[in-house]
């Protein structure tokens, strides 16, 4: 019996051929792969798409020897070898793919953003010689993560009064409509917009920074740290970021100059994320 080559996604009369299971080196399953099944002359025999749940099945095949090839976008392919048996089937098992040039990336699906375990830090240049360091006590946000990585979205709060230096009353100031003006504008807000490949587990989120109630383009250097599980029963992903931002562009002038022309304050901010996010769609119980 001689099989066209199509693509399926399962066998509606019950039979099947090749199966297998594409997964991660760290168990998720890859939903967009698809196996290529030849024969010992190099005809393709058959072709089929991973389901939600990374496997893959085809129609029965003829009893002899067959090489799979599977691939997804962002792997290495890998071929192995399927023997079917007289009724047609061929059992291969679990097959594993390895991210092409980069960590395994966290399964798709909504990450929510643990503030506990995170960190949004500032820093501005003093007098041109030393920095203040500050962060953001409060803050939330979710991330979504695409089937194709380039449709991940970021979306963040931050709550502006919550920023502290350890000085109560730099922070006092910064709080006033000099800085941050937290009567007026109490969110600082982040949606991104896109997100594009810069190198191995790198990438530039592209989006919009509200603040002081003036949003402008912000891109954010991002780089994934890994997932693993958690001492909760979860599952964690890491992620690092910096930018910069020019204090102006969102109308903070306040300054003020020293007999020696030396600024107080220097014109841009230094801004660096440590997040940590929790898979699905709220945190668990404190």
Known sequence: MHISPHVSRGTPNGQRGLHALVRTKDGWAVQHAVATVTDTSGRQAARAEA??????????????????????????????????????????????????????????GAWTIDP???????????????????????????????????????????KAPSIGTGNSMRDDHLRSPDFLDIERHPTIAYRST????????????????????????????????????????????AFRAVTELHREDFAITFNQILDAGISLIGATLKVELDIQAVQGESLPPA
């Open 116 to 158: 506990s375990h995170s960190m949004i830090g500032v820093t501005a240049q003093h007098l041109g010689l030393t920095s203040v360091h500050g962060r953001f006590g409060e803050f939330g946000g979710r991330i979504d993560i695409g089937s194709a990585v380039e449709a991940s979205t970021v979306t963040a709060e931050i």
């Open 51 to 108: 389901d939600s749940d990374g496997a893959v099945v085809t129609g029965p095949l003829e009893p002899g020897v067959y090489t799979v090839v599977v691939t997804a976008v962002g792997y290495a392919p890998i071929a192995s070898t399927a023997i079917a048996t007289s009724s047609g089937s061929a059992e291969l098992g679990t097959i594993v793919l390895t991210r092409a040039g980069t960590v395994e990336l966290p399964p798709p």
């Open 194 to 237: 896109g997100l594009s490949a810069t190198g191995p587990g790198r990438w530039t989120v592209h989006g919009w920074l509200t603040l002081r109630g003036i949003s402008r383009p912000v891109d954010l250097d991002l780089t994934y740290l890994g997932t693993g599980p958690d001492a909760w029963g979860g599952v964690r992903a």
